[in-house]
């Protein structure tokens, strides 16, 4: 069965330190999103990606990145982990681009920053 | 911007009790609606939708109505059971935004034997 995998699915850093996040579907979905998700804020988004190569900032994105080098990955980088973003991320994927598409999303991965 | 506020929680019922979380939203174009769920330890899976004005959404016993006139999309369900028990998050998105969507801050629900 298709599915959407977070890698690790917790973790521990430090202040300062670079972190990357893993996330790959089997899917073959060209969109994929990156939100946290905080207490009193549901989930954010943070970047996205409608295709290889292709990238877009949402709506919280300053201290992290992402790159799409193919249809299946798309990893999440903290470039200076702050303990500000200590978080639950989620990764979620989608067929096509239309508002009314379902999101399919991967089991979250929680990180602590120290 | 878009936005969309849901009724604060946590909420508590007993088994078969009726539920309603309430969901209000704020759009520039005619958004989808969704009601997203949250079971302990999970991701989110889509629970129902609504794309268009008075179309109603339904899954599992739960129904939403797309309310344009009042910018509302309350969940509904006649009779919980226990395995009910997750976090319900109601969600827009735009057409102009193209699948962005936008969260409410989510209602963690509690049924009770």
């Known amino acids: 069965d298709a599915e959407i995998t977070q890698s690790p699915r917790h973790k521990i850093t430090e202040t300062g330190r670079q972190v990357t996040l893993a996330c790959h579907q089997t899917?073959?979905?060209?969109?994929m999103f990156w939100y946290r998700q905080d207490l009193g804020h549901g989930l954010r988004l943070i970047h996205y990606s409608y295709g290889v190569h292709d990238t877009n900032k949402g709506e919280v994105s300053d201290g992290y990145s992402v790159s799409r080098s193919n249809t299946e990955d798309l990893p999440l980088t903290l470039e200076s982990a702050a303990s500000s973003q200590t978080s639950v991320y989620f990764c979620?994927?989608?067929?096509?681009?239309?508002?009314?598409?379902?999101?399919?999303f991967g089991p979250g991965t929680r990180l602590t920053v120290l | 911007g878009d936005s969309v506020t849901q009724m604060e929680g946590p909420v508590t019922l007993s088994e078969e009790a009726f539920l309603t979380i309430n969901c209000t939203y704020t759009?520039?174009?005619?958004?989808?609606l969704f009601w997203y769920v949250q079971y302990p330890g999970e991701g989110l899976q889509l629970l129902l939708k609504a794309t268009k004005a008075d179309d109603k959404g339904s899954n599992k016993g739960f129904e939403a109505t797309y309310r344009k006139e009042t910018t509302s999309f309350h969940l509904e369900k006649g009779s919980v059971q226990v395995s009910d028990s997750a976090v319900y998050f109601c969600a827009l998105s735009d057409i102009q935004g193209a699948q962005k969507l936008v969260f409410g801050q989510g209602t963690r629900l509690t049924i009770n034997p």
């Open positions: 979620a994927s989608s067929e096509t681009a239309e508002s009314y598409n379902e999101q399919f």
């Open positions: 759009a520039t174009g005619y958004p989808s």
């Open positions: 899917w073959n979905h060209n969109n």
